[in-house]
Nanobody
């Protein structure tokens, strides 16, 4: 499976962005999917995960209420809606697919397939 993340860009504090992660080569409709991010000089951190059915979501506490993960299995695509963006949200955002036997929420080690990342820069 190939994962293509898109939708990043340069925005001002308080703005919104919606990231997309399009999967190809294989359906991901039964797979738990996630978003991670990595800021310059920092370790990669978990952002959000969504179950294969799309009925369960899990977020890092600091992003609850601002970020929303969703999916459209008919389009084989996962989204991350980011609102009220802050400069500290600046990072490369990656989408990832968990292996088929993972529980929910998946551990980071359960994510075996990764997209190439999309840059989000929040700056005035």
């Amino acid at each position: 499976v190939q994962l293509q993340a898109s939708g990043g860009g340069l925005v001002q504090p308080g703005d919104s962005l919606r990231l997309s992660c399009a999967a190809s080569g294989r359906t991901v409709s039964r797979s738990h999917m996630g978003w991670f991010r990595q800021a310059p000089g920092k370790e990669r951190e978990f952002v959000a995960a969504i179950s294969g059915s799309g009925t369960r979501m899990h977020y890092t506490d600091s992003m609850k209420g601002r970020f929303t993960i969703s999916r459209d299995n008919a389009k084989n695509t996962v989204y991350l809606q980011m609102n009220s963006l802050k400069p500290e949200d600046t990072a490369v955002y990656y989408c990832a697919k968990a292996h088929s036997d993972s529980k929910f929420p998946p551990m980071e080690s359960d994510f075996l397939f990764w997209g190439q990342g999309t840059q989000v820069t929040v700056s005035s």
